[in-house]
C-alpha cells in the first residue's frame, strides 16, 4: 500500500482513518512529492506513527516531474502499490476545479483502489 503524505490535515486523516487497512498490508510506503522550490515535508513523521500501530513503513521522496498526480500515480505504480491513501482537495474546490489538482488527476486516472479523506 502507498500513503501520499504532505504533512497536512487531510493526508493525516486519511492515514488515520485507513489504519485497518494499512494494518493488513504487508508492506507500506509513505510517499511525500516534493517541488525543488518547496519546503520539504519529512514522511519519516508518518512511518514513525505507522511503525507505533505495528505496520511495517518506508519513506520515500520523490520530486513532482509533470504534475503532483501524475507523479503520486507513477510513483505508486514503481512500488507497486495496491492501494493509495491520500487526503482529498488539499486546496479549494474552486482552485482545483480551474487549475486542476492531484485529487482530480488521481480520481480520474488511478488504476487501483483509491482510499481518500477530505
Known amino acids: 500500500m502507498v500513503v501520499a503524505w504532505d504533512g497536512g490535515g487531510q493526508s493525516a486523516k486519511a492515514?488515520?482513518?485507513?489504519?485497518?487497512?494499512?494494518?493488513?498490508?504487508?508492506?507500506?510506503?509513505?510517499?511525500?512529492?516534493?517541488?525543488?522550490?518547496?519546503?520539504?515535508?519529512?514522511?519519516?513523521?508518518?512511518?514513525?506513527?505507522?511503525?507505533r500501530h505495528g505496520i511495517r513503513a518506508e519513506a520515500r521522496r520523490t520530486e513532482i516531474l509533470s504534475s503532483a498526480g501524475e507523479s503520486l500515480l507513477a510513483e505508486t505504480s514503481e512500488v507497486h502499490g495496491e492501494m493509495l491513501v491520500m487526503g482529498a482537495y488539499g486546496h479549494s474546490r474552486l482552485r482545483e476545479f480551474l487549475l486542476g489538482?492531484?485529487?482530480?488527476?488521481?480520481?480520474?486516472?488511478?488504476?487501483l483502489p483509491v482510499f481518500m479523506a477530505h
Open 15 to 51: 492515514a488515520r482513518n485507513a489504519l485497518p487497512f494499512l494494518r493488513m498490508a504487508e508492506q507500506v510506503t509513505v510517499i511525500s512529492l516534493v517541488r525543488k522550490e518547496d519546503e520539504e515535508t519529512d514522511p519519516q513523521d508518518l512511518v514513525f506513527y505507522l511503525q
Open 101 to 111: 489538482g492531484a485529487t482530480q488527476t488521481v480520481l480520474n486516472s488511478a488504476a
